[in-house]
């Protein structure tokens, strides 16, 4: 078992690297002609087909807090994280089915231009300024820490600024091109996470089996981690009870059993899917079909996600419960890269090729969205009205590049204290305070006319607010169970709620307090969008897809309930 890569690994990694870059390359000069249209450049506007779209939702989807934080969940939780994955599939298909036309219906291409063809320009500017300083400063941050830090480790550990820079530079090479490169690169950046990704949960798996006495057997190896690791196989964590131990109680603090399901995971889902400008932005070009197909396959695709970024995870937690493990470097979070090391040569750099395609894809959808949210809904309207489309095109390569460059600045020397919390705990906390609030503020503004403005603006404030409140201080108000929700003692000698119960309550107050501010409001609201029925009908290939979808997943919680 060796720690380093070897010239064969480097060898994968940099035909990997060549193949990306000129196939990249390749597409820019395609659209060279068109390289002054801002549509084109910020939204690839028409030119994108369905398998380019599903591709680039899960390849900008997929990075190292995946691979390596839900790895980490998996070492510590189990089978119960796929709950993000299998129900990201329903959330898409909730998405594609009534969210996606409400956009293309009213020409919607950012959306800070949703809020202020809905609300009103107050509403989009704030969320735009917001949006900008999230995706750099968490976001971004986040993924090229998390990233580097694991692949640094495969690396020999000495290496983490250079390639936090060779990271950060592969990324722009790909996202100056505009939207139409960063999406046709991903269909190879997807294909490349998913089969690097099974290649080490195969490995894992035949280790597994090897450790105990089956060979190199994959199947043999999944059947030992359900007889070693059953707890790991439930999909549901049990509520704790007064005599449960601490270990007990942080599993369900982290996902608090079927009370995760009626609340925060939706949320967490729905927004992130629908009212995301990073996601949503591969779509917003397309026609309504080709939109929900892609949305559709990224769907399916995400049932599979869980083989790749939560399995390796339950194996190394099998290992390490067993003595075949040595101590994780990092925690819970050192369990992907602890199962790379078992690779053989040259499989080891087709994992790390997986794992910065995953980076990559991740950071140039990012900087592209924050080019896209910064030119068209602040640059443009608020600095160089006049702006053509060529100086508009101009000034999205500008923010790119500036995003990155601040990304790397703040991350350099940890300065947000990423590492600190663990980069898969910094996105979940700081992106989670203002989910309630801003899925109240679009779900309510897409399907209740009477949404007003006003309520819009409260809503995103309350929601915030209300979500500090539950999670930093309500718990040491209460300090006991009550009859609407528990906190538990976190082991830190305080008392914490559950993070998905507080989104939960923190949504649920945020919606009562906006419906009651519309209601003192007008009774006609005149940019209340139009909504045709039409519009939600599905043709019978797309239900095909959505009936597949479904049963998979009731198969898969029939299984492991």
């Known amino acids: ?15 990997y690297f060549v193949v990306v ?3 990249g390359y390749t597409i820019y000069r395609k659209r060279e002609k068109n390289e002054h249209d801002a549509k084109a450049y910020f939204l690839a506007e028409g030119s994108l087909t369905w398998w380019a779209i599903g591709a680039s939702l899960i390849a900008s989807n997929i990075s190292a807090e995946q691979f390596i934080g839900m790895s980490g969940e998996g070492f510590f939780l189990g089978i119960a994280v796929a709950a993000y994955e299998w129900l990201a599939a329903i959330a898409l298909i909730i998405v594609a089915v009534w969210f996606i036309p409400v956009y293309l219906k009213n020409k919607i291409y ?10 009103n320009e107050s509403t989009a500017l704030i969320m735009a300024v917001f949006w900008l300083f999230l995706y750099v400063f968490v976001n971004l941050t986040s993924i090229l820490y998390l990233g580097a830090v694991a692949i640094n480790g495969l690396a020999g550990g000495q290496y983490l600024h250079v390639i936090m820079v060779g990271l950060a530079f592969f990324a722009l090479l790909i996202s100056l091109g505009g939207m139409k490169v960063v999406a046709y690169t991903d269909v190879i950046q997807v294909a490349v996470l998913i089969i690097g990704g099974l290649v080490t949960s195969y490995i894992a798996l035949t280790t597994v089996g090897h450790y105990f006495g089956f060979g190199q057997d994959a199947i043999a190896g999944f059947k030992v981690l359900m007889e070693k690791a059953p707890e790991h196989f439930k999909m549901i964590i049990p509520r704790p009870t007064a005599t449960s131990s601490q270990l007990e109680i942080n599993k369900y603090l982290t996902f608090p059993g079927l009370m995760s399901y009626l609340a925060g995971i939706w949320i967490i889902n729905l927004n992130y899917w629908g009212c995301n400008q990073y996601i949503t932005q591969r779509a917003l070009g397309a026609d309504l079909q ?35 493990l040595p101590q994780l470097v990092g925690g819970k979070d050192g369990a992907y ?3 790379l090391t078992f690779l053989p040569t040259g499989l080891k750099g087709l994992s790390v090729a997986a794992l910065t395609a995953a980076i990559v894809a991740s950071l140039a ?17 608020y600095i160089q009205k006049g702006a053509s489309d060529r100086t508009q095109v101009n000034i999205g390569r500008y923010a790119v590049f500036a995003a990155m460059l601040l990304a790397v600045m703040f991350t350099w020397n940890d300065l947000l204290g990423i590492g600190g919390v663990g980069g898969f705990t910094y996105i979940q906390k700081y992106t989670g305070f203002i989910s309630p609030g801003v899925f109240a503020m679009f779900f309510l503004g897409m399907f209740w ?24 201080f309500a718990p040491a108000l209460l300090g006991n169970e009550t009859l609407l929700y528990t906190a538990w003692p976190n082991g830190k ?13 923190s949504f649920l107050f945020t919606m009562l307090l906006m419906i009651g501010i519309s209601f003192a409001g007008p009774k006609v609201n005149p940019k209340a969008f139009e909504l045709d029925t039409e519009m939600f009908k599905v043709k019978p290939q797309t239900m095909v897809l959505i009936v597949i979808t479904l049963l998979i997943i009731c198969a898969l919680y029939v299984k492991f309930w």
């Open 21 to 23: 870059s000129t196939y």
């Open 1 to 15: 078992m060796s720690q380093n890569l070897a010239f064969a690994d480097y060898a994968v990694f940099i035909i």
């Open 110 to 119: 950012t959306m800070p231009q949703f809020l202020k063809t809905r609300y």
């Open 493 to 505: 000698g305080g008392f914490e709620i559950p993070f998905h119960i507080c989104m939960g309550l």
């Open 337 to 339: 890269s602890a199962m």
């Open 365 to 381: 959808g990012k900087v592209n969205s924050i080019s896209t949210i910064y030119t068209l809904d602040v640059h443009k309207k």
């Open 449 to 472: 006319k009477r949404t007003t403005g006003t309520a819009a603006i409260v809503g995103v404030i309350s929601g915030f607010l209300l979500s500090v409140f539950f999670n930093e």
């Open 290 to 324: 080709t939109a929900r197909t892609g949305i559709l396959f990224a769907g399916m695709l995400k049932l599979v996600m869980p083989l790749i970024v939560m399995l390796p995870g339950i194996a190394a937690y099998v290992l390490y419960e067993n003595g075949h």
